[in-house]
């Protein structure tokens, strides 16, 4: 039995950064301008228009340099990053190592410093990696073009409604205005297709945990502009009739869009295109190693087939073959537009290359492999857990790829404590509290676990021992659970003044007008 | 908000000491007491008092911070006491039980402003109590009976405790619960014939889909709010409607400054009712080929057709055809059935079976569910 | 041959890999994948470059390629237009590669205090600059944030019709019709060519009952301030439209707060606050809204806001989760996802070093260098600089005509000379005949600019 060890996490108490003010402290001086340029220029800002001249200081704290230092490395010590704790909780998320060697990479003036308009030739290398990349994702998928401009699943997911949308028109066909996805895909499935403008009709999960082929055959027509859907979708289940959904969406005049957020089991086991679809997408800040950055820095490279390839957005990069020199390429008439500025976040793309690089075709198939061992592995642990069990499970003796959504629903009953209560509890062993799932909850008193490649056996049995730790409490100390966290950074908050008008505080300024002084 | 500064806050408990009797008998309920001796005499053992204990042991785990009512002997005091609770004592009671004395219990604690009001019991429990409160106060039922068609109840008891402490602890948001019978005498002939009685006010939070960031009660209401005025505005247009029971169908009607009847079938066309609470044969009258039928789950069990509404028989859904169905559902009350298909009953296995299948549901502006139907 | 551990996959050892099957009573890895068919099935080994599994290696291999771009601290550049160079300060840059926050991602209350604590704060900082008490987690960039403040106005005001001037940045502009264009009309409103400003008669013509809001930003892409935004937010507000405001919050320090000219919405970036620009991935949006309920209900971001814990701590959580795409799923308006949040707690970290003086004194040395520029470049033959007669802040658009050269011939043998010139506008905005667009910042010293100015003047001899 793994023994779990006595936690707590950093509680500095930290006051909020506008409460430490002390007025005439600096934290850093601008650089002083010479006084040739003062003598010419002059009191330039008085020289901007009355009434756009600010009239009021903004109500900035005032801190030291040391003071800011110290809060931003205080408040970092109170966050449960992946580089800290066992980050497997988090299913849909793909939390795994991000190696630090790629953060130097891309920290390098030759990543950090490039300005997104500089003339290509002073570009070689950064355009290299990613057109290089690209292939690469060309080979995983077996599509023929990727866009890295998409900042996450959700803008790729939209990218690629917005170029269905495109496509029916081109084709004079623009009545098809429905997209369809299911309950278990991402909500952005929906979500993006519906910001496009478009009808969204969900598909839901049949007995087995996923949409039944006669439920798509009832949900196509005319109308018909695509699908969105996610394999295996948040169960962990793969849909083994993927291929014929796809056909009978082919065969009413809709395109199919593979959302690979789940595809970390999947490096060369099987491929979205192989499987008969248009358009797909990866997350890099997923999948491919990148950080999640507080949730941040995200590409969501979306590819597609080459009949679909003129729709993809602006720039794209290109390799002259004659010269070998590589470009970026704005001339796309047909291209459905700008999604972000720029490029998305390059760096992004060159972390992932690197990642890539380092474990060639053969470590990016040992990546999936181990990914679903891992899963499987603490499946049996979770299982074995009085009150857990897995969902869709029943009848249905199939392994699940690289995450599963299990259900309290027993435990529940048995102690009437919520999943949520149980995930709160956990932090108070050091690890983040786990994801239940994306609204709606389907499964009862859901869990949703995803253990990537980059967690060990010990990481496995430590995050099982620690859920039967706090199941057994559930039966026997039902109020420490409930009551819970004692040992992380904060005590129990309701969360209700978060859905209050009168009370919700979402700047510094609001709370003082709403609550007074602290 | 420290603990200690929040006000000791009341809750009635109302335990209906025979309910869920039946059930173990096979007598498919327990609210007629010539029935009730014959399940004891068959050897059936009190079910509820169990119940309502288990709900309580999580409530003690706050005993300082709350106040009980409980109503007296095996109606909720003994239940109280024998999970360490004093409580204070709230009407009387005869040598056995009645509905008469649940309702007056209820009554009695609804008039002594409890925060909420917790009952033991089944849908009969939950009528009586209705019948007794009203809206005056929130009320959430702890499942012990045989039927539970309402949605009124908690997942299970330990989960009504869970359920009423976090209410009583925090927020105190309430949604509206379908509170329905079904007449006992008739499922016991294999006729089953429901019946819709009202609307109790019931922790947000019940559902057992409701976990910390599930729809609260005043979205669950938007959403309702943005669904009716979708259908009214652009799925239904000017031809005859029948629209059927339910918060979510009422807000179709809403949407078109109609006050729809809360039990009853309305009809509707050109914007305008042209018959209120209509029973079959003034449906019969009405319909047509066309006609359109607006109907949304009622109650916890799924049912879109045969309960609560069976004013829409086999006959008028015949005479509108069965395509003209339109089946309106908050993506909350579909996640709320776990999966589980949308249910139809029109007494017609035939019309039944034209019914069921893949179909499209509602479930707001712009948006449709592909869900499966059963009989 | 079993695959030989690797540094990343602990479970990659084949002992290992060997006992936990046995754990889990399977065969093989390949028994775990029963549930795809075969004929799904990728029959052959991924065709990848072969691994360059050592770090060494990978490093070298890496650093070689990406040693081949010249970047901004290897050249003089003077490009802007949506992504500038600025000072970034060193605690910047090491908060921003703290493990904790750098691999943290949805954490929330209790695991992630710290960071949902730097986020809220980072808000609560773009508060104080734009004087509004609800402020968004970011959006991907200033242009996502404006296409988001536009369809928020659509909404609130139950209109069809959103007026953003013709200056606004092309691929902004192309980011704003992608968004909007399935529920809004996108009306250009011209500006003078001579001035930069927006075309006051042009944009009265334009407002009807149908408009939802009109968008002016300070400064403005081709570096102008919109001196008349009061009036225009005047006239949208008699027109029953928002007024919404995009700002480069790096000119706070000396340009007024939104709300006090009319903004009913502002947006903008983050990336001058002591992001790196990567090629464009330092980019970060806000939307910054009145703290009213109806607005927040139409904001698609996520929200952070500030409570009370049961013992009294500060705790934080997301804000009316229910509005958001991830509940709402296909019956959302706007779509929600990860976006750029790292870069909102660096930029936080950077007003906070920078505090109110700091950032005045930041603003007024960038004025009083773009104005020294400007002034140097002016004196050149056939240089008009600055060609805009409006006030502008650090970007100015410098006209070439005079000198019968191109901008692409200009900044190309400025470019052989280790000088990047400013961005070329002379395809987006042919009215402004060759300009381009110069960027002035903080970064650049005296020396900078009269290099600037002397180089020129050889290129263009």
Known sequence: MTRLRPFHQASWNEPILHEQTSPGERGLLPPTVEPEIAALAGDASSALPGELRRSAPPGLPELSQPQVLRHYLRLSQETLGNDVNIHLGLGTCTMKYSPKVNEELIRSHKVADLHPLQDDETLQGILEAMWRFERTLCE??????FTFQPGGGSQAVYANALMMRAYHAARGESQRDEILTTIFSHPCDGAGPATAGFKVVTVYAGERGYPDVDAIRAAVSERTAGLMITNPEDTGIFNPHIDEIVEIVHDAGGLCHYDQANANGLFGITRARDAGFDLCQFNLHKTFSSPHCSMGMPVGASGVTGELARFLPAPMVERDGASGRFYLDYDRPDSVGKLRAFHGVPATVVRSYAWVLALGGEGLREVAEVAVLNNNYLAKKVAEIPGIEISFAEGNSDRRLEQIRYSLERLQQETGLSTLDVARRTVDFGVSQYFPSHEPWIVAEPMTLEPAETVSRADLDTYAAILARVAKEAREEPELVRSSPHRSTVHYMDPEPHNDPERWALTWRAWQRKHGEG | MPEAERAARRVGLVVNPVAGVGGRAALKGSDDPVLVALARERGAEQVSPGRAEQALEVLASDGDGLELLAAPGEMGEREARARGFDPVVVGTIGE??????????????????????????????????????????????????VKMHSAVFAVNPRGAGEVALRFLRGNGAVGEGEVMDVDEAALREGVVSARLHGYLRVPASASRVQGGKARSAPSERA?????????????????????????????????????KTLLGIDAVRGGRLVAIDADERTLLDLAGPGTKVVVTPVGGQGFVLGRGNQQLSARVLRRCGPANVVVVATEAKLAALGGRPLLVDTGDPELDAELSGFRRVITGPGREVVYRVSS | MPYTAHPYIPNSVPRIKEEMLREIGAASIEELYGAIPARLRLDRPLDLPPPLASEANLRRHLEGLLDTNRSCKETLSFLGGGCWPHYVPAVCDEI??????????????????????????????????????????????????????????G????????????????????????????????????????????????????????????????????????????????????????????????SLGVLEAPPRYGADLVCGELQPLGIHMGFGGGLAGFVAMPDEERFIAECPTFLIGLAKT??????????????????????????????????????????????????????????????????????????????????????????????????????????????????????????????????????????????????????IA
Request: glycine share 12%; hydrophobic share 45%; charged share 20%.
């Open chain 1, 140 to 145: 995983v998928s077996g599509m023929e073009r």
């Open chain 2, 96 to 145: 056995a039980t009645t509905a008469a004395d649940t309702r007056a219990a209820a009554a009695a604690m609804a008039d002594a402003g409890v925060d909420l009001l917790l009952f033991a019991g089944g849908d009969g429990t939950a009528v009586d109590v209705l019948r007794a409160i009203g809206d005056r106060v929130p009320a959430l039922g702890i499942p012990a009976g």
């Open chain 2, 223 to 259: 959403a309702q709010e943005a669904l009716g005025r979708y259908v009214a505005g652009e799925v239904l247009g000017d031809g005859l409607y029948l629209v059927g029971p339910g918060t979510t169908t009422r807000a179709v009607l809403a949407a078109l400054g109609l006050e």
């Open chain 3, 96 to 153: 921003a590669s703290r493990g904790e926050f750098l691999t943290a991602y949805y954490g929330e209350t209790y695991s992630d205090h710290g960071k949902m604590q730097a986020l809220f704060e980072g808000a609560s900082m773009l508060g104080d600059l734009v004087e509004l008490d609800a402020v968004s987690q970011p959006t991907y960039d200033w242009g996502t944030a404006a296409a988001t403040a536009l369809s928020m106005a």
């Open chain 3, 155 to 250: 909404r609130l005001t139950g209109r069809g019709k959103v007026l953003v001037p013709e200056s606004v940045a092309p691929e902004r502009r192309s980011v704003i019709h992608g968004y909007c264009d399935a529920s809004l009309d996108v009306v250009e409103v011209p500006f003078e060519p001579g001035s930069g400003l927006l075309d006051l008669e042009a944009l009265r013509s334009l407002l009807d009952s149908d408009t939802a809001a009109v968008y002016v930003e300070n400064p403005g892409y081709l570096g102008t301030i919109e001196t008349r935004s009061a009036r225009i937010a005047e006239l949208a507000h008699e027109a029953g439209a928002l007024a919404v405001v995009g700002v480069d919050p790096i």
């Open chain 3, 310 to 459: 049961s013992q009294g701590e500060w705790g934080f959580g997301e804000v009316v989760w229910e509005r958001m795409s991830y509940v709402t799923r296909g019956d959302s308006s706007e779509y929600a996802g990860t976006t750029q949040n790292l870069w909102l707690i660096v930029a936080g970290v950077y007003l906070a070093l920078l505090g109110p003086r700091g950032l005045a004194e930041l603003g007024e040395g960038i004025t009083q260098r773009a104005r020294y520029a400007a002034a140097k470049l002016g004196e050149l033959p056939g240089v008009e600089a600055p060609a805009l007669s409006g006030p502008f802040f650090k970007e100015l658009v410098v006209r070439f005509d005079g000198t019968g050269k191109t901008v692409a011939e200009v900044n190309r043998t400025l470019l052989d000379r280790g000088i990047h010139g400013g961005v070329d506008l002379s395809a987006a905005y042919p009215q402004l005949g060759q300009s381009a667009l110069y960027c002035v910042t903080e970064v650049h010293t005296k020396p900078d600019i009269d290099r600037l100015v002397e180089t020129l003047s050889e290129v």
